[in-house]
């Protein structure tokens, strides 16, 4: 089973981007799924998480009010809507997965994970 990420690429400071994540192999339609990112040279942050119903959604600092999460229950997908995007927002943006919702605030401790999509953001 594996995560793929797509929609990354070079876009413009105050622009909007949306991240898709999807599953191969598996369906996810029953983990809770999050988004991380990691910037060069700096340590890889929780961006943002949903639970497996879609009920719940968390952000950290970094997308609070700039980014929303969803997720389409039947595809097992999970979204990250992305507005505003500034240069600091430049980072291999992570899908994760988990059967625990509470992983995804642990560190990123999830079982699974994707090879990650690259957001650049140019100022």
């Known amino acids: 089973a594996q995560l793929i990420e797509s929609g990354g690429r070079l876009v413009q400071a105050g622009d909007s981007l949306r991240l898709s994540c999807g599953g191969v192999?598996?369906?996810?339609?029953?983990?809770?799924m999050g988004w991380f990112r990691q910037a060069p040279g700096k340590e890889r942050e929780f961006v943002a998480g949903?639970?497996?119903?879609?009920?719940?959604?968390r952000y950290g600092d970094s997308g609070r009010g700039r980014f929303a999460i969803s997720r389409d229950l039947v595809k097992g997908t999970v979204y990250l809507q992305m507005n505003n995007l500034r240069p600091e927002d430049t980072a291999v943006y992570y899908c994760?997965?988990?059967?625990?919702?509470?992983?995804?605030?642990?560190?990123?401790?999830?079982?699974?994970w994707g090879l990650g999509t690259q957001v650049t953001v140019s100022s």
């Open positions: 994760a997965a988990d059967a625990d919702y509470g992983k995804l605030f642990l560190g990123g401790a999830c079982e699974y």
């Open positions: 192999g598996h369906t996810f339609g029953t983990y809770a």
């Open positions: 949903v639970n497996r119903d879609g009920v719940d959604a």
